[in-house]
């Protein structure tokens, strides 16, 4: 099933966005449960949500309007397409799972209004870029200038972070003194923002890289379908999981190392939040691949599709500012930092999502 219309296209990437920013709601309401251990079952909610996808909307035959072109079914689309589309699919789900897992991490230090505006924000302009090279669609002073105002953002953002931590390192009135040093006078902890940003980053440089990825898989006459695409694309989450996952739970960014005994006494709503993760991703993710797959007269192109996409960034900031408090506390100076940055990031996705009616 392929959309036919602008406004289904359009429809499919608002809820890709949705679910992008929306996701990592479940990982906080987790409370105290680790993010390593989130994860496996995060990972079985994209798995489920990409086979669910498959064997429904991805196995009806689809005649493209306005062409010829056919979109094959799902299992019929395995048999003829070649090893190397398959290959390119699975290799993006690789890149993007180390590079969510570098992203989790930071939010697990930094919180969510800081590790999505910065980590995905990057990934925003790499991501941007190297798929309008890709498959060139919209203006691209548009195109452009929406990637320079979302760099300014991720700029504020930083800045935000990092006047934030420098407040909350300085001693509150009534708050537990600090141990005094070896000379006598008290030692003053500060709280370094770099170990949120330097996460957030990494992540953001590894995100920008598995889009351009599933594009070239679905290129060509043989090429993967939106469906079949995203079953190749999950199919890579869920074998690298275990081998990025056990160096995070080996060499914690925070706390002592975990193991499988601990994801095993975890409680079922624990478990069932972390499944229920991975499904809203999932949904968000097909819903991107989807809109992407559009005929060529409704398609607003690969390198929009995905810079729509992470209007999600916008979508999780708000849930980390409104829903978390995640920057109580904070003076004038980094709320206004703050709000700049959801600004200058709307503006930036505004001219991305305009640019394809200026062809």
Request: glycine residues 12%; contains cysteine; positive net charge.
């Amino acid at each position: 099933m392929i959309p036919a219309t602008y406004a289904t296209t359009l429809l499919l990437m608002v809820v890709s966005m949705f679910c992008w920013g929306s996701w990592a709601n479940t990982m906080k309401m987790a409370g105290k449960w680790r993010f390593e251990l989130y994860y496996f079952d995060y990972v079985l909610g994209v798995m489920l949500s990409a086979l669910v996808a498959a064997f429904t909307f991805g196995s009806i035959e689809t005649v493209l309007p306005g062409s010829d072109q056919v979109v094959f079914p799902f299992l019929d689309n395995l048999m003829i397409t070649g090893k190397r589309q398959i290959a390119l699919a699975a290799a993006g789900g690789v890149v993007f799972n180390l590079a969510n897992l570098l992203l989790v991490a930071a939010i697990s230090v930094a919180g969510l209004a800081v590790a999505f505006p910065v980590g995905i924000g990057l990934a925003l302009i790499e991501g941007a870029v190297l798929n309008y090279i890709i498959n060139p669609a919209g203006r691209p002073s548009l195109v452009f200038g929406g990637v320079g105002l979302v760099l300014l953002a991720i700029v504020m953002t930083s800045l935000a972070y990092a006047a934030l931590s420098r407040q909350r390192s300085l001693e509150q009135p009534g708050a537990p003194q600090p141990e005094p040093s070896r000379d006598g006078r008290p030692a003053r902890k500060k709280a370094s923002p770099w170990k949120g940003l330097g996460l957030s980053l990494a992540a953001g440089v590894l995100m920008g890289l598995f889009y351009p990825l599933v594009e070239m898989s679905k290129q060509g006459d043989l090429g993967l379908g939106p469906y079949a695409a995203a079953f190749c694309f999950a199919l890579g989450v869920l074998v690298s999981t275990p081998v990025f996952n056990l160096f995070f739970m080996n060499l914690p960014v925070e706390g002592d190392p975990v193991g499988f005994r601990d994801y095993l006494s975890g409680t079922s709503r624990q478990h069932a939040l972390g499944v229920l993760g991975g499904i809203i991703w999932s949904i968000g993710t097909i819903s991107n691949f989807v809109a992407a797959s559009a005929p060529k007269t409704v398609n607003v192109g690969p390198a929009v599709s995905y810079a729509m996409g992470q209007g999600a960034t916008l979508v999780s900031t708000l849930w980390g500012l409104l829903l978390w408090k995640e920057f109580a506390g904070a003076n004038a100076g980094v709320k206004a930092r703050i709000w700049l940055m959801l600004l200058l990031y709307a503006a930036g996705l505004g001219m991305l999502s305009i640019a394809p009616l200026y062809r």
